[in-house]
């Protein structure tokens, strides 16, 4: 069963920058294309980037220009660099493929607050 951990969430001031990684424990990483999510309070949850195998990128209009993704296939791992951060981008962040797997890892909290 394939497992995620998130992690590099934190507090940071709006305007701020944080970068997320995403550790995935799947043989056929480098074979799909991996996604981050997030889910805000009373709100679902929200694919927010995607990268391909070949490296072509896709975000939600809300973070483009703001957020890059970017994966190494050698590590098995995917990230998330967030720049100029919102208030409204505070939420829990998640990487999954997409479409996703079942199962979720625990994702990493982000706060954007003064």
């Known amino acids: 069963q394939v497992q995620l951990v998130e992690s590099g969430g934190g507090l940071v001031q709006p305007g701020g920058s944080l970068r997320l990684s995403c550790l995935v424990s799947v043989s056929i990483f480098s074979d799909n294309t991996m996604g981050w999510y997030r889910q805000a309070p009373g709100k679902e949850r929200e694919l927010v980037a995607s990268?391909?195998?070949?490296?072509?990128?896709n975000y939600a209009d809300s973070v483009k220009g703001r957020f890059t993704i970017s994966r190494d296939n050698a590590e098995n791992t995917v990230y998330l660099q967030m720049s100029s951060l919102k208030p409204e981008d505070a939420a829990v962040y998640y990487c999954?493929?997409?479409?996703?797997?079942?199962?979720w890892g625990q994702g990493t909290q982000v706060t954007v607050s003064s």
């Open positions: 990268i391909t195998p070949g490296y072509s990128t």
């Open positions: 999954n493929k997409r479409p996703a797997w079942t199962n």
